[in-house]
């Protein structure tokens, strides 16, 4: 999934370096974005926002308290590159909750790790699952957000499985997990099939999923996990099991 990091400067001074930096991460994809559209921008939730303080016309703290107090956005990482060495003014927006300040002049490869790696721990910390790594509800509650805000064209598929709990009682409840785990291995093979971009597949918790594509025709997709799905589940039954179903 392409990672989209918000650029905040008001003169473009600081996009050319980060594509620069990151030119062979297809992964990424930097935006440039003036500090009086940062309202705009949050509805888009940015896996990580960039403020460039020597090139906004704001004040970077109430910009900072406007970014934490925007509920969509209360988790999205923060960095803030500065001239300004002041200590005071530093610790004045890491009050903020702002999770890195930066003084310029600025190293590119500290730079360049320090959004990798804190692009990994958010990524981490966002798998609200530990048995599927798919978002959960919060993600997928801002993601249907974000795409209502946008005016977006878009299919929300809710999935679940038939008779869980009796297959829970019969197999136990590893065989469960697994059912789970290949589940979401089925919608997210089906989905990435299907559509080439724009695409998520959260789990709302036990044997209910969430895929949301681009566009309003998913009976295609629909098509696909069924079948795929069918196709592949017989092998968690034992073989008495199956003849009896057949």
């Given at each position: 999934m392409v990672q989209e990091i918000y650029i905040i400067d008001d003169d473009?001074?600081?996009?050319?370096?980060?594509?620069?930096?990151?030119?062979?991460?297809?992964?990424?994809?930097?935006?440039?974005?003036?500090?009086?559209?940062?309202?705009?921008?949050?509805?888009?939730?940015?896996?990580?926002?960039?403020?460039?303080?020597?090139?906004?016309?704001?004040d970077v703290i109430d910009l900072c308290k406007k970014i934490r107090n925007d509920d969509d956005n209360s988790i999205t990482p923060v960095i803030v590159v500065s001239s300004d060495g002041d200590k005071k003014h530093r610790i004045d927006i890491l009050k903020e909750s702002i999770e890195y300040y930066i003084k310029k002049p600025v190293n590119e490869k500290y730079l360049y790790y320090t959004v990798k790696n804190l692009n990994r721990l958010m990524n981490i910390n966002?798998?609200?699952?530990?048995?599927?790594?798919?978002p959960g509800n919060v993600q997928i509650h801002a993601e249907l957000k974000k795409r209502l805000l946008n005016k977006e064209d878009f299919c929300v598929l809710y999935l679940d499985l038939d008779n869980f709990k009796a297959y829970n009682d019969v197999y136990g409840f590893l065989k469960g997990d697994q059912i789970i785990t290949f589940?979401?291995?089925?919608i997210l093979n089906c989905v990435h099939r299907n559509f080439a971009d724009g695409t998520f597949v959260g789990h709302i918790g036990g044997d209910d999923f969430i895929a949301i594509v681009p566009g309003t025709n998913c009976e295609k997709l629909c098509q696909d996990v069924i079948a795929t799905f069918d196709d592949k589940v017989l092998s968690f039954f034992t073989p008495e099991d199956v003849k009896k179903d057949i």
């Open positions: 473009d001074s600081s996009i050319l370096v980060f594509r620069e930096l990151f030119k062979n991460d297809t992964d990424y994809k930097f935006i440039s974005v003036k500090s009086d559209q940062i309202d705009v921008a949050l509805k888009n939730i940015p896996a990580i926002i960039i403020i460039n303080e020597d090139a906004i016309e704001v966002r798998r609200i699952s530990p048995l599927t790594g798919l589940t979401s291995e089925v």
